[in-house]
């Protein structure tokens, strides 16, 4: 059963900062992994998808890089902004049916 | 393009009490999720459609949850009775899957507190 797991739970630095997400997984045989942004009372938004074959992604300030050997992966997030402000979270996507796995996520908060 | 969407987006609701929530996913998605999200967790899966037919169920408690997809677009979730554990957000998403490429995008949720 594959499992995910985030850390830190909470994170709070001031804006400016370039900071490190960190998620691991137990199961190598993914398919994917996916990068989400949670704000508070809303859906989820996905930031970033790597495909297995792939070692990272970027998008604007995001990088996101995968380790599937070591299941790992990390979300760093340049020159943070207070608008990234959100819980974010770390999916999976394995097994026949194809499902997400999530971790539980970090809580980023970005002080002005 | 229209997102996913869920109704309603509160409920309060007494232990023993009934509920329903209601999602209409993305136009042509043929694949249909529902998840719980405890305050503080990840999402987790609850069900998973393709179409009107269940894939995976095996995380839903059958004894007070149901769902259904019946005419395989919009999808019903119940739980009945309804437990003070069951408080969380209930969240409905729908997939797409191009080439290699697989986007999973989420509704809103239905936040229910169960007192």
Do not use: M
């Amino acid at each position: 059963k594959q499992e995910v797991t985030q850390i830190p739970a909470a994170l709070s630095v001031p804006e400016g900062e370039n900071l490190v997400l960190n998620c691991s997984f137990t199961d190598s045989a993914i398919y994917n992994l996916q990068w989400f942004r949670q704000d508070p009372g809303k859906g989820l938004t996905s930031l970033l998808l790597i495909q297995s074959s792939q070692r990272e992604q970027t998008s604007g300030r995001l990088n996101a890089s995968l380790d599937k050997s070591s299941g790992r992966s990390t979300l760093y997030i340049a020159a943070s902004q207070p608008g990234d402000s959100a819980t974010y979270l770390c999916a999976v996507r394995s097994g026949s049916a194809r499902q997400l796995t999530f971790g539980s996520g970090t809580q980023l908060t970005v002080l002005p | 393009e229209a997102g996913v969407a869920q109704s309603p987006r509160y409920k309060i609701i007494e232990k023993r009490q009934s509920v329903a929530f209601w999602c209409n996913p993305i136009s042509g998605h043929a694949t249909l999720y529902w998840y719980q999200q405890i305050l503080g967790q990840g999402p987790k899966l609850l069900i998973q459609f393709q179409n009107n037919g269940v894939v995976d169920d095996s995380q839903l408690p059958k004894d007070r949850f149901s769902a259904e997809r019946l005419k395989g677009v919009d999808s019903t979730l119940k739980i009945q009775p309804a437990k003070l554990e069951d408080s969380a957000v209930y969240l409905c998403a729908s997939r797409e899957q191009q080439g290699t490429q697989e986007t999973q995008y989420f509704g809103p949720g239905t936040r229910l507190l169960v007192l």
